[in-house]
């Protein structure tokens, strides 16, 4: 976790989030710029967010994945 807080997508860093373990990186996402999205931010475990959005889990299924949680 705390690997991942450094990719926040604030001040050149990458966007990653991490969703059922799975960290998937959204800094080419536009909705995702700045590293904030709808109240969500990078660089955190947003597994019980995403289950409350309206899109889920399917939105990530094309993003690329960059590792694990551990």
Aim: glycine fraction near 12%; hydrophobic fraction near 30%; proline fraction near 3%.
């Amino acid at each position: 976790m705390d690997e991942l807080k450094q990719f926040d997508g604030k001040d050149g860093h990458k966007a990653y989030v991490a969703v059922d373990g799975t960290v998937y990186d959204l800094t080419n996402v536009d909705a995702w710029q700045g590293g904030q999205h709808h109240g969500l931010t990078a660089g955190r475990d947003l597994t019980e967010m995403i289950k409350k959005s309206p899109h889920g889990k399917k939105t990530l299924t094309d993003k690329p994945v960059v590792g694990q949680l551990i």
